[in-house]
């Protein structure tokens, strides 16, 4: 199995630097050229089946990376991105308490505290472990090749713990992935390869997202 897992493309609130989560904010016009620069890099990928985040950001990613194809589509709540709860919508870097205590997420993870209707980082790692082992184990998707469309956090989830990382303090040990990065995974007798990671098809200088 092949699977190219792809963050979705930029969105107003990332552009304002507001807190996602699971607020189903679409993608902006930008967004949107940056996942159909990435559909022009991957059209000679073949690809059987996508699994998407039911978020719109993702969603609308997935549809537009696969353009013309006409294949399974399926929504994956596993992999739909970190829920912040009240923390969502506030200003990153902030001067607000809620944006002061969400700062932790990015700047010290393993002290964050997710409010009462959040998830914490373990509770990502669980449902995207979830995810990847039934992957790993569905023997009718061995041989085929799947676009997985999903979040920042998420994806990153799911990278750390390919790459066997399942630290919560070192959780954004190698940063954030940028809109519309695509990673390239081997699945195969049951393990997991990272052959390509945050590989950019678009022609825009990519500069690394920071949380302060």
Aim: aromatic content about 8%; glycine content about 8%; hydrophobic content about 35%.
């Amino acid at each position: 199995m092949m699977m190219y897992i792809v963050r979705h493309g930029e969105t107003e609130w990332n552009r304002l630097r507001r807190v996602q989560g699971h607020t189903d904010i679409e993608l902006n016009d930008y967004g949107r050229r940056l996942a159909r620069e990435t559909a022009a890099g991957m059209e000679d990928v073949h690809l059987d089946l996508c699994f998407t985040s039911p978020l719109k950001r993702a969603k609308e990613t997935a549809l537009l990376v696969l353009g013309d194809r006409t294949i399974p589509v399926y929504d994956e709540p596993r992999i739909q991105e970190i829920g912040f709860g009240s923390y969502e919508g506030v200003q990153i870097g902030g001067e607000d308490e809620k944006s002061r205590l969400f700062a932790r997420f990015f700047s010290d993870t393993g002290h964050y505290a997710a409010p009462e209707d959040g998830e914490t980082v373990q509770m990502l790692y669980e449902r995207t472990g979830d995810f990847l082992r039934e992957m790993i184990s569905r023997e009718d998707l061995a041989d085929k090749n799947i676009l997985v469309s999903t979040h920042g956090a998420a994806m990153t989830a799911l990278l750390n713990r390919i790459k066997g990382n399942l630290s919560v303090a070192h959780f954004w040990k190698d940063e954030v992935p940028p809109n519309c990065s695509v990673t390239i995974v081997r699945i195969e007798n049951g393990k997991t390869e990272i052959l390509k990671e945050g590989v950019i098809f678009y022609k825009e200088q990519v500069k690394k997202w920071k949380s302060v």
